[in-house]
């Protein structure tokens, strides 16, 4: 310990604290003021001394300066330091001490407070891209390093106070006492184990030069022997094929440096505050209690190019390190690719169709990645959705995470779902061109710079849920209790992969936020004009919160605390809706600029209130029903929507959430329910309700009929007549038909993927069959739910999908 008189503590601490300012996390340090608390200090550092004096103080915690007492042992202070000046140097003779005096005595206990100290580490201030060049690192710092890291970064300060971990537990809490000598190994090495996982969760896992991760990659052997088929396949020279191999790594790999992040950092809290009104961080505590000794990936909807620069920085502003992102190739642009791979990103290429050679290297470095304990973050999407919904998983690189954990299993793998929800889009103008039918327009400099105009907009409200994490090892055992013991390949791994998308697909679902903007486009697309008057849209805008409020579709989704009120003025002030005023009561619509991208905010939350719906829809569209009919339709229609919405519930489950349903209905006056024959009928059609519960209805509709006309032209046509590229081709004229026919808005409708989405759902439930020419087949139970349709859809409609499925056959 440092030998310091009583005046001078007092006095250094004060010249500290002078320019010294910190984040302090110290929620975790809750202790037992019965027994003595030690701090544990990993680097001898005054500095770091001063600081924890001060902060046990501010924190309420019992003072690190105190003194300490444990059975015979004395210390002048209630704190030691783990790491001393030279590797060869004994160990603190506090800790010596604490030690020989719990071995000693079984009946005395001390609390130990890790304590993590980083200086240049704190999310919540800003500095320059100088001091970024030395902040904290894993390099251990010098008496000089430390005096310029206090200087420079002395006003960015992380501190976090960490759970006590009894000593006693850790000496006597085995199969039998430890003595004094093993005791004090293996209460240092789990300090020593408890000090890396607090740093790797705060500045990452300890990197070495990319280059040296290059050579390291190549000179394993799945990337040998693919380097030896590469020379056999083209006929060229082994180094020539290694050279090949070495292009494709450096490619790929990050050169991550953590004063780009700094900077990146600064950057992105100028423009957040520029852009948006905030961002709403839920549920940011399931990271953080999985963070240490556990490889993460974190795998968030795609719902805009904002996504990955937003999930990293909130991850960094909360202490952890930020994920390496898997980028496709097309960001890998002059300039703007080095500093993306400079901040983590690595990027692949969109297929690895006819370069085998590429696809080794690649699954080699996200190995690589995992067992070193990288963070990492990837769309299972794929692509951003245009639509809104969730799209359908892609396999790829969840496969190669899949089997990169099953070949090596040492570290636990845990997938983080992560739901990212927007009241306006940046790209939201061009998402509606797209749909329209216009080409996707590539990333560029010249986009990147347009891009720049939209700062000065304003964009509302960010949000971000954190859903329920998914433990690779347990998913697995659910899946197949030998999968250690398999072979990282073949249909079993394959079969996991896909259930394992699906699995995380609907635990994002879980997790999506009820916003405003959400909550308007469900209350005015449903009217025929996107316009309501005041009172009735404040009505229906109540509805949907008090559905939510009795029966919520997932504990981790999260409401919109706004009255209904508030949620309109909200909309107005993003220029959203606009109010007309009118003598016999004002009127609320969207805004002419808004009616095309306003379906997108809506079939964010659609699988929220997607039974809901599905209920109020078949009870308006036939006055009454009985209880049992009105369930069996709903589980018919169901097995069609739970594969597009991914939603959360078996059939079991279902008719108990149909149950929950029906008595909010009831309660509100959607519906009464006549007792005790159980069936249910609309109120009255000159009431304020019956045009409210045709309007709920209303919502899903388009996508009702969507599924209906795929499944009439299906019947039409036949098993075995028509390939998927067809289907989906002609589903998509029709449905653009049926828009300009029958109102459906032309921004949910045109976009093939939508399509191709319920297809490829189909598929993977089995209810239809690709054979090897690639032909659709399927049998009885795929049109099952057709005959629900006469039960959902308004009679013109069925004629209009008949009448052109019909057509199309003939």
Known sequence: MFDISGWFVPLARRVLYAWVRTTVFAEAATVDPARPVCYVLQDRHLSNLLVLFEESRRAGLPPGEAPLACGAMQAKRSVFFLNRRHASAAPSPALVGLVKAVVADPTLDVQLVPVVILWGRSPAKQESILKAL???????SGMLRQFFAVLLHGRQTLVRFNPPLSLRELVHGGASPLGEGLALRKLSRVLRVHFRRQREMAIGPDLSHRNTQVEVLLASEPVRAAIAAEASRRGISGD??????????????????????????????????????G???????????????QGIVYVPCHRSHIDYLLLSYLIYRNGLTPPHIAAGDNLDMPLVGPLLRRGGAFFLRRSFKGEPLYAAVFDEYLYLMQTRGFPIEYFIEGGRSRTGRTLTPKAGILGMSVRSFVRSHSRPLVFVPVYIGYERLIEGQTYVRELAGRPKQGESLWQLAKSVRSIRRVFGKVHVNFGDPLPLAGFLDRHDGDWRTLPADGEWLRAATRNAAGELAKRINEAAVINPVSLIALGLLATPECTADEYGLRRMIAHYQAVDAAAPYSPQRIACTLDPAQVIAHAARLGIVEEIQHPFGNLVRVVDAQLEVLPYFRNNVLHLFAVPALVACLLGNNRSLDIRRLSDAVLGIYRLMRSELFLRWSEEELLAEVQRVVTVFAERGLLIRTEPSGWLRTPETNSLEYPELLQIGETLRPMLGRHFLVLALLQQRGSGAQTRRVLEQDCQLLTQRLALLHGFSAAEVADRSVFASFVANLLDSELLREDDEGLLHFDEHLLGPLAYAELVLPADARQAIRRIAVHQAT
């Open 134 to 140: 030395l902040a904290e690192t894993w390099r251990t």
């Open 240 to 277: 020539e094929a290694r050279a090949r191999a070495q292009k494709f790594a450096l490619e790929i790999a990050s050169d991550y440096s953590y004063g780009v992040v700094r900077a990146m950092e600064l950057f992105l809290s100028w423009l957040w505050e520029h852009l948006y009104d």
């Open 279 to 293: 961002i709403e961080v839920q549920n940011f505590d399931v990271v953080t209690r999985i963070a240490p000794g």
